[in-house]
């Protein structure tokens, strides 16, 4: 018994004849007559009284409306076979930093899911060197981060720089100075970022080629976050331009004079997964399309 088998019985029943179930079907009609005989072989009763007039037997009926879902089921369960390996259909699982994971990701996710409503999305929010782990793991399909320490494993595409800038309280002493270099910087307390941050290292780089690390410093978790503890007056921040539209009351932005911090951004995946299928490839070339064009 199969789909095509179920189809023509329904068509019979529909049309009450073979001969119109077998034009509908484009078979021949003892192909129909083949099907039928086979079917009721297999179930080993008789479904169909043929005479002048097609009746169905008591099993015929029973068949037929309990076949009538059967058949809806299978040609659906067809639909999102095909809708999957079109990549039209299906489950992806990413993982995403701070600041793409609140001010970037929404809204692309919202016109990827408008134009692929059948593909449904799940999102972890994380560090680079978590995502990392969770790729090689299985446990994301792919990941939106900074570039990580690269392996043989994982493949890292990068799309834009994110761009880094000074934001400081108003009242602050160095919002007097035209320009602030990196050695006012080591005289005031900088906020910082959790220790396994990849934008607190690449602060900390920039920091120590120039000589100019400060003793102190106060530790915030949360990249995005940091703008809040600035505006309380607790001390400066480098922050992702991106945060602040817009800029904290009470609050000014400025940029260093003597150097320019940013971190590449781009799209990770294990590298024997690339380049991705499906419906994970779709939403990539989605997010690489949107990242880029801004």
């Not at 019985?9 to 009609?29: C, D, T, W």
């Not at 134009?115 to 790729?135: C, D, G, H, M, Y």
């Not at 493949?155 to 834009?160: G, M, N, R, V």
């Not at 320019?260 to 781009?266: A, K, Y």
């Amino acid at each position: 018994m199969d789909l095509k088998t179920l189809k023509t019985f329904q068509l019979i029943v529909k049309y009450g004849s073979f001969n119109r179930a077998a034009e509908e079907m484009n078979y021949a009609q003892s192909t129909v007559t083949m099907q039928i005989q086979k079917l009721e072989s297999d179930l080993g009763i008789k479904l169909i009284e043929r005479g002048k007039k097609i009746t169905l037997t008591e099993a015929g009926r029973m068949f037929h409306e309990q076949s009538i879902q059967i058949v809806k089921n299978m040609e659906l369960l067809q639909t999102n076979m095909t809708d999957l390996q079109l990549g039209e259909a299906g489950n992806i699982r990413i993982g995403v930093t701070e600041p793409t994971a609140s001010y970037r990701l929404p809204s692309i996710l919202e016109k990827f899911i408008t134009q692929f409503p059948k593909i449904r999305v799940s999102v972890e929010f994380a560090n680079t060197p978590v995502l990392s782990e969770r790729l090689l793991k299985g446990e994301i399909d792919f990941a939106l981060c900074s570039e990580p320490d690269l392996g043989s494993e994982l493949y890292f595409e990068p799309l834009f720089k994110e761009a880094f800038v000074l934001l400081m309280p108003e009242n602050h002493p160095l919002t007097e100075k035209s320009d602030i270099t990196l050695d006012d910087i080591r005289r005031v307390r900088l906020l910082i970022t959790s220790a396994t941050c990849p934008y607190r290292r690449k602060l900390e780089m920039v920091l120590q080629e120039s000589g100019n690390i400060g003793s102190d410093t106060m530790e915030i978790g949360s990249m995005t976050a940091l703008k809040y503890y600035v505006e309380r007056g607790l001390g400066i921040a480098f922050v992702p331009e991106i945060v602040l539209n817009p800029v904290p009351s009470g609050t000014i932005v400025r940029t260093m004079s003597d150097c320019h911090i940013d971190m590449t951004f781009g799209i990770l995946c294990k590298t024997s997964e690339y380049p991705l299928s499906s419906a994970s490839s779709k939403l990539y070339e989605f997010i690489k399309q949107d990242l880029i064009e801004k």
